[in-house]
């Protein structure tokens, strides 16, 4: 088979395509117009999020058989049309999964504990210790929204802490020992801690707004390390700014390019976005939940075993 890969990724990838026979290329710099003037070449592509994989792009792909995404989420792809065409789609959850579990409760604790605010009045020579008096984990309920390989990496981790950890889920039996399924309305009765770990689909595109925010009972604190587009980025400020959400831990923006390589589709900063900026009860960071040094390896092995399953006889 002849692979084309159109992002870079951990090296194994090609070694190890190399050692099963393939021809592997590289072409991480063409536009999408020129790799789809070659893409009938090849019989599986490989690529993190660099362009969208649409209806002409593989109308073009006449001997495709597989698509590899270096990723969790097969959203810059249209499967349904892929898989009416016989092609294999292979995504990694499982390659980031772990990153994703820690990278969460990493951002809730420092939330909790306003590590990021004290660190910066630190360095700034401010000594303020009863400012930054923190709370605790333990005693509190978490709500899982999605509860595939990201959130149940994440409910793993919050073992060795004395909550209750609920989720909500679109699949049936998703539950295991670490947590509770229960229906959404339950959640949003229960939860004072909510999690996102859901894909990017027209169900969870703008989800959380005002109406969804204000169906919870209780105020609370939101981590997102899936997708921007499930959080109205106005909404959210506006539930900070009525103290209905306490505080925000997010990895993605609304605001993202398509490839999340890059933040604003144009110059002009949104007033929401500036508005996370300055407050001190919202930490950003940028796509990187499932972005370590461990995951980019685990990410790559994932798409070689899959397609060793797959293809090797």
């Known amino acids: 088979m002849k692979i084309l890969h159109l992002d870079s990724n951990h090296s194994l990838l090609i070694h190890q395509l190399n050692d099963l026979g393939y021809q592997n ?3 991480y710099t063409s536009t999408k117009e020129q790799i789809i003037a070659k893409i009938h070449l090849y019989d599986g592509f490989i690529i993190r999020s660099r362009f969208s994989i649409d209806k002409n792009f593989l109308d073009k792909a006449t001997n495709l058989k597989f698509i590899g995404r270096v990723g969790a989420g097969l959203e810059n792809i249209d499967c349904t049309y892929a898989e009416s065409k016989g092609i294999t789609l292979i995504a990694a959850p499982e390659g980031n999964r772990n990153a994703v579990g ?10 909790f504990n306003k590590l990021n605010k004290a660190d910066k009045e630190v360095r700034n020579g401010k000594w303020l210790r009863e400012e930054n008096r923190g709370i605790e984990l333990d005693g509190r309920t978490v709500g899982l929204i999605g509860y595939g390989n990201m959130g149940k990496s ?7 802490f004395d909550v209750e950890v609920l989720c909500y889920d679109i699949k049936p039996n998703v539950g295991d020992a670490n947590c509770k399924q229960v229906s959404l309305s339950e ?6 801690i909510l999690s996102l770990h859901t894909p990017q689909t027209a169900l969870t ?19 997102n390390t899936a997708r921007g ?3 109205v980025t106005k909404d959210l400020v506006s539930a900070l700014k ?10 993605v923006l609304e605001y993202e390019k398509s490839s999340f390589e890059n933040l604003f589709s144009d110059a002009k900063m949104p007033e929401a976005f500036q508005y996370l900026i300055d407050a001190e009860n919202v930490l950003l960071s940028p796509h990187v939940a499932g972005w370590t040094v461990e995951s ?9 075993d899959k397609i060793k399953e797959n293809f090797v006889k």
Do not use: P, Y
């Open 154 to 160: 994440f409910a793993k981790k919050l073992r060795g």
């Open 242 to 251: 009525s103290g209905k959400i306490l505080g925000a831990g997010l990895d």
């Open 296 to 304: 980019k390896e685990r990410l790559a092995q994932t798409i070689v």
């Open 187 to 192: 959640l949003q009765e229960k939860a004072g």
């Open 229 to 231: 587009k499930s959080v």
């Open 102 to 111: 820690e990278h969460s409760l990493g951002m809730l604790l420092s939330l």
């Open 205 to 223: 595109e703008n989800m959380i707004n005002t109406d969804f925010i204000n169906g919870f009972k209780n105020n609370f604190w939101l981590i």
């Open 25 to 27: 290329d590289e072409d």
